[in-house]
């Protein structure tokens, strides 16, 4: 980048108890495709994480007492400028990010119905009236079960959905009448700062949302303080569960990885699920948690689906993720691209046959499908994050069910079979959070249930069910003669 382009890179100051504040060392935040300077923020102290907590727990004795219609009113127009900047947000997603034109584009709109959902399940957090006279000693009691904020939150969210995530901590959070500060991921601030330049500017109360653009280990006392009551973190599994046995007392919600698997029966729809396959392994170079990583295809249907597969990925475009045309970009960092080059390496020299792809030039790493695999080899068992999928045939479905289950993860899986049994018998068969049928496990749509089992994570999001997590249920009894 010329030194013209660089000086005017923007600079965005980070958010405490409703002053933006451009105090401590300034963090370059440059795009992993170029390594151009997309802008610059500034590193908070730990004086800025104290006022952040103190200002969380003052504001709360505010939002827990907010109307139902004023919290919604506040979400509703964050939704619609999240809608109307959505070209901006999308090129700072693509910038910052890596992530192509398209699938950022998608991510906001995403974004916006979260939000949107946000504001709807804001007025609909209801209660019960319970009857307690069920034993003589109970005669003429009755109940009042309501929902009360658990209190400040604490999120943390991961570069590779920097907007649609924050969302999902946030917008839950703002809906419950929850405060909050949110650490973003350090390679992906910039769009953290700027939703909550809209979330401000939508009236939500000064204190009660704080951005604090922080490294991992600097967000340790923010962990460790028992004044925020909720640990929300969407990340790796081995972060997840370190910053678990670091919380203390506090309520913790771990959105962690996966290997993800789908199964393709005989009776599968070879060239639809060959389309959805390209697209849940290579979308964003594979780097979401439910990225299609290890594909199982019954015996008698693996050369055919191989030759519906095979030319769809050959075709993928790779690029700038600024081109429109762009299918997959780079990967988060250079590293990470040369870490899948050597897992892929690896199951090569171990006997592993090479279909496609395989090659790497910096932070881009090509589509790449792999064959005659272990399922005790690292880009089975683990977590790849990368655009890296391995193909294998399965004969009986039993054989199937218990390869997908043969992983610490248990995120999602996908299954493509028109077998109402088979359905079924997966549905209770896969310790997995979701089974997505007709479609690969890389389907999510934002207001169902998401979570995992095993070393996948604790609790759920989808905005309701995330209320849920941010809320209390508390029992009025009343005995009235």
Request: net charge negative; with cysteine.
């Amino acid at each position: 980048m010329s030194q013209t382009a660089a000086a005017s890179a923007k600079s965005y100051k980070f958010l405490v108890d409703g002053q933006w504040l451009a105090d401590g060392q300034p963090v370059e935040v440059r795009s992993p495709y170029d390594a151009s300077l997309v802008g610059t923020t500034f590193r908070p102290q730990s004086h800025h994480l104290e006022a952040a907590v103190r200002a969380a727990v003052r504001a709360f004795e505010k939002t827990r007492r907010m109307a139902a219609y004023e919290r919604q009113q506040i979400l509703r127009l964050i939704a619609r400028q999240v809608t109307a900047r959505r070209e901006e947000l999308a090129r700072l997603v693509a910038l910052e990010a890596g992530k192509p034109m398209k699938a950022a584009r998608a991510e906001l709109e995403r974004a916006a119905f979260t939000w949107n959902l946000a504001a709807e399940e804001s007025t609909r957090i209801y209660g019960e009236w319970l009857p307690l006279d069920l034993q003589a000693a109970a005669a003429g009691r009755w109940g009042l079960v309501r929902r009360f904020p658990v209190g400040p939150v604490l999120s943390i969210t991961p570069f590779n959905f920097p907007i649609n995530l924050v969302g999902h901590k946030l917008g839950p959070a703002i809906a419950a009448g929850c405060t909050a500060v949110h650490k973003p991921a350090p390679q992906t601030p910039l769009s953290s700062l700027v939703l909550a330049e809209i979330i401000q500017e939508a009236g939500w109360p000064a204190g009660a949302l704080n951005v604090l653009p922080l490294e991992g280990s600097d967000a340790e006392p923010l962990v460790r303080d028992d004044r925020l009551k909720v640990l929300s973190f969407t990340g790796s599994a081995r972060v997840g569960w370190e910053l678990k046995a670091k919380a203390g007392k506090k309520r913790v919600l771990l959105e962690l990885g996966g290997n993800a698997g789908v199964i393709i029966h005989w009776d599968a729809d070879l060239e639809s699920a060959a389309e959805r396959c390209v697209s849940g392994a290579f979308s964003y170079a594979g780097q979401s948690c439910i990225s299609v990583q290890r594909i199982l295809v019954e015996q008698s249907v693996f050369e055919p689906f191989l030759a519906a597969f095979l030319p769809k990925v050959q075709n993928l475009n790779v690029g700038d993720p600024l081109d429109d045309a762009t299918d997959v970009g780079p990967m988060i960092r250079e590293s990470e691209a040369a870490r899948a080059e050597s897992w892929v390496e690896e199951a090569l020299d171990g006997g592993a046959r090479l279909l496609w792809g395989g090659k790497r030039q910096g932070a881009m790493f090509e589509p790449t499908v792999l064959t005659r695999t272990r399922p005790d080899m690292r880009v089975n068992c683990m977590e790849i994050f990368a655009p890296v999928a391995t193909v294998e045939p399965y004969t009986a479905f039993d054989e199937a069910l218990r390869l997908i289950n043969n992983s610490p993860f248990g995120l999602q899986a996908g299954l493509f079979t028109h077998d109402a049994k088979l359905i079924f018998q997966a549905y209770e068969a896969l310790d997995v959070g979701g089974l997505i049928v007709g479609d690969v496990p890389t389907f999510r749509i934002d207001h169902m249930p998401y979570g995992g089992v095993k070393d996948s994570g604790l609790g759920r999001e989808g905005v309701r069910y995330a209320i849920e997590e941010l809320t209390d249920r508390k029992v009025l009894v009343m005995d009235l003669p």
